[in-house]
T-cell receptor
């Protein structure tokens, strides 16, 4: 069973805090991992991707990947009310496939309060 | 910037009607996808296509069909619309060859079947 799991939340943090979002996946051989942000009523937009173990930083966002433990996380530093959205984790679980299908978690709803 | 355009933002159809949802991308992407998104259920893959005239079933293909006559266009067809097909429909595209290819989403079509 190919699965991507996220805590649905809601996760609520004060402005300026660090928000931590987690995702686990079923296939140890997965190679690519993506984080999407989705505002209410809008379509998902890509905010980060990571392929290698360790951390990848982009501005206030840091993606962390641990393939041995099969989890990927997204940290948002200095959270802002504009970060309030649903965050979707997506993983390519089809090992060796070039078809590019991504499997999505159900998303974690984040609220940043002023 | 990749642009994925869905022909309608909102659509209201009657039960039993044949419904066409159109999607066009302008970046010469090989892969195209149709998802539906429902509260609590996340993104579910209906069909995808990795080349012209090629199609693959996703997780919930029943009641749907697709057409890909040209590389840039991927159509989703509801053969006989039913109320349980009321949903947000999202089209996406990506480059082939990629375990590492992110999906780029259109703005979505909110379909209501009455």
């Amino acid at each position: 069973q190919k699965e991507v799991e996220q805590n649905s939340g809601p996760l609520s943090v004060p402005e300026g805090a660090i928000a931590s979002l987690n995702c686990t996946y079923s296939d140890r051989g997965s190679q690519s991992f993506f984080w999407y942000r989705q505002y209410s009523g809008k379509s998902p937009e890509l905010i980060m991707f990571i392929y290698s173990n360790g951390d990848k930083e982009d501005g206030r966002f840091t993606a962390q990947l641990n393939k041995a433990s099969q989890y990927v996380s997204l940290l948002i530093r200095d959270s802002q009310p504009s970060d309030s959205a649903t965050y979707l984790c997506a993983v390519n679980l089809d090992r060796g496939s070039t078809l590019g299908r991504l499997y999505f978690g159900r998303g974690t709803q984040l609220t940043v309060w002023p | 910037d990749v642009k994925v355009t869905q022909s309608s933002r909102y659509l209201v159809k009657r039960t039993g009607e044949k419904v066409f949802l159109e999607c066009v991308q302008d970046m010469d992407h090989e892969n195209m996808f149709w998802y539906r998104q429902d509260p609590g259920l996340g993104l579910r893959l209906i069909y995808f296509s990795y080349d012209v005239k090629m199609k693959e079933k996703g997780d919930i293909p029943e009641g749907y069909s697709v057409s890909r006559e040209k590389k840039e266009r991927f159509s989703l067809i509801l053969e006989s619309a039913s109320t349980n097909q009321t949903s947000m429909y999202l089209c996406a595209s990506s480059i082939r060859g990629g375990a590492n290819s992110p999906l780029h989403f259109g703005n979505g079509t909110r379909l209501t079947v009455t």
